[in-house]
C-alpha cells in the first residue's frame, strides 16, 4: 500500500502530536478529522473548538463533528470517505462496531497505559493513585469492548517520584504519536504481530470525579502525596480550612511526605487533618499516618501559590483541616 488514507479521530490536547506528526510524515493522507462538537467554555460560556479541530483547520482538513456515531447519515459521510485507516487518539465518542468494519485495516486507538492494565477514561491518574512505578503508550486494534483489543504495539514511560498526573501527560502525548508513526509501516503492510489482551490482568481506570479530589486526612501520608500529583491538574486535591471561622476551600497542588516526621509533637495525640508546623518550606499536617507538607496551595479565590506567600498573610497553626459539616 503506498499512500495510506487516514481519518484522524481526537479531541483534547493530547491528540494533537499524533495527528501533527501524520501530517508531517509522507506516505500518509489525513483526509477528514472527527472531533467533538464545539462546546461552551469560559466565563462567556462561547462555543470553543477542540485543540484537534484548531490543528485541523491550519491544514484546511475536513472536520467533522457528529453529535454521535450511531447515526445513519454520519455512518454514511465516514464510509463515504473510503479511509484505509482510522486512528483515534481520546476522541471521546464511541465507535459502533458498523464503523470499526469500515476502514480496511480497520481502527486503531492510541491508549495512555500498558493494556491491560487501566482499561478506561483516566488510565494516568489512576496508575499514579496505584502507586504504579511506569506507565506508557498502547497502539490497540479496536474491537467493540473497552480497550478490549488486540495489541499492535507498546512503549513504557516510567513515573518519576514527583511527577504529576500533568508531567505523565505531556510525555505520553509525545511518546503515543512517536509509538504510533513507529508501529504504522507494519499495520499498513498487515505484518504487525497483534497480541492478545490476557483479560485475568485487567485493571480499570474510572473517569475522575471532583468529589473524589477531597482529601481524607485519616489516610496514610504517602497516599495522599500520590493524590496530590495524581489530580494535578484536574480536579486537583482540595480540603478546607477556616477563615474567620467560616470554613474555606483550599486547593493543594503540591505536597510530600514528611520523612522522618519531627518529634516536636506525638501524633498519635493529635487528630488528622491538624496542622502542626508551618514554615517557608511547607505547612505540616498530621495524615492517618505521617505527616503531609502542602508545598502550593490555592485559598478559595485566591490563585495558585507557595506556602510560604501564604503564610505572610495566613496562618493555619494548630487548625484542623477538613469541611466540619461531613459525616
Known amino acids: 500500500m503506498s499512500t495510506i488514507r487516514i481519518i484522524y479521530a481526537g479531541t483534547p490536547e493530547f491528540s494533537v502530536p499524533a495527528l501533527q506528526m501524520l501530517l508531517d510524515s509522507s506516505g500518509y493522507d489525513v483526509v477528514a478529522v472527527y472531533t467533538q462538537p464545539d462546546r461552551p467554555a469560559g466565563r462567556g460560556r462561547a462555543l470553543k473548538a477542540s485543540p484537534v479541530k484548531r490543528k485541523a483547520e491550519d491544514y484546511a482538513l475536513p472536520v467533522y463533528q457528529p453529535e454521535s456515531l450511531k447515526i445513519s447519515q454520519a455512518q454514511a459521510e465516514l464510509a463515504a470517505l473510503k479511509a484505509d485507516l482510522m486512528v483515534v487518539t481520546a476522541y471521546g465518542l464511541l465507535l459502533p462496531e458498523a464503523v470499526l468494519q469500515m476502514p480496511e485495516l480497520g481502527c486503531i486507538n492510541i491508549h495512555a497505559s500498558l493494556l491491560p492494565r487501566w482499561r478506561g477514561a483516566a488510565p494516568v491518574q489512576r496508575a499514579m493513585l496505584a502507586g504504579d512505578d511506569c506507565t506508557g503508550i498502547t497502539i490497540m486494534q479496536m474491537d467493540k469492548g473497552l480497550d478490549t483489543g488486540a495489541i499492535l504495539a507498546q512503549q513504557a514511560c516510567p513515573i518519576r517520584a514527583q511527577d504529576t498526573a500533568s508531567d505523565c501527560h505531556d510525555r505520553l502525548m509525545v511518546l503515543g504519536a512517536e509509538t504510533l508513526l513507529s508501529s504504522l509501516p507494519a499495520i499498513a503492510n498487515q505484518t504487525v504481530v497483534a497480541q492478545p489482551q490476557n483479560n485475568a490482568l485487567a485493571t480499570y481506570a474510572a473517569k475522575l470525579s471532583k468529589a473524589e479530589a477531597e482529601i481524607n486526612w485519616h489516610e496514610s501520608a504517602t497516599i495522599l502525596a500520590r493524590k496530590v500529583r495524581a489530580y494535578n491538574d484536574w480536579p486537583v486535591a482540595f480540603s478546607w480550612w477556616q477563615k474567620k471561622n467560616k470554613p474555606q476551600m483550599l486547593r493543594i497542588w503540591q505536597a510530600d511526605v ?52 501564604f503564610l505572610h498573610a495566613s496562618s493555619l497553626m494548630h487548625q484542623v483541616l477538613g469541611n466540619p459539616n461531613a459525616g
Open 258 to 309: 514528611v520523612e522522618p516526621p519531627g518529634n516536636h509533637f506525638q501524633q498519635a495525640d493529635l487528630q488528622p487533618g491538624t496542622v502542626v508546623a508551618e514554615s517557608n518550606a511547607g505547612i505540616e499536617v498530621i495524615t492517618g499516618n505521617g505527616v503531609l507538607r502542602l508545598q502550593r496551595i490555592q485559598p478559595q479565590g485566591k490563585r495558585q501559590m507557595s506556602a510560604a506567600d
